[in-house]
């Protein structure tokens, strides 16, 4: 007795090929599109950088007011008086496009007598 063995035909794989490449052709065209329009990968590079200025600012303990580039991003950082409470600052770092958009945004608030050490 002969069993019959079921399988798929040359055809039929074919068209689950064509639709998971159809499918996947879809998923790579709304990834590009999300990446480019999103500005995902300019705000991930701004707050690397963000990071990276907060964290030398407090291990060198420079705390000024500056204004400088990197790359296409510029970069402030600023340090106010806090009006709520004596001897506590606020140390604020923003980078900002060349035309002008924050693409991130940092506060922290920090004691006064760290800052006098170094004054």
């Known amino acids: 007795m002969k069993k019959k063995l079921k399988g798929a035909t040359l055809i039929e794989a074919i068209v689950s090929m064509i639709i998971m490449a ?4 879809i998923f790579v065209m709304i990834y590009t599109n999300v990446m480019v329009t999103d ?10 950088l963000v990071n990276k200025v907060v ?5 060198t303990r420079q705390y000024n007011d500056t204004i400088f580039k990197e790359n296409n991003l510029t970069v402030v950082r600023v340090i106010n008086q806090s009006a709520g409470a004596q ?6 770092v ?4 060349d ?5 991130a945004l940092y506060n922290e ?6 800052r006098k050490k170094d004054l």
């Open 99 to 103: 035309s002008n958009n924050v693409l």
């Open 39 to 48: 500005d995902g990968p300019g705000k991930l590079k701004a707050m690397s």
């Open 22 to 25: 159809l499918v996947f052709v």
């Open 109 to 114: 608030i920090c004691r006064d007598d760290e």
């Open 55 to 59: 964290s030398e600012t407090k291990a």
């Open 87 to 92: 001897g506590v600052f606020v140390l604020s």
């Open 94 to 97: 923003k980078v900002k496009r």
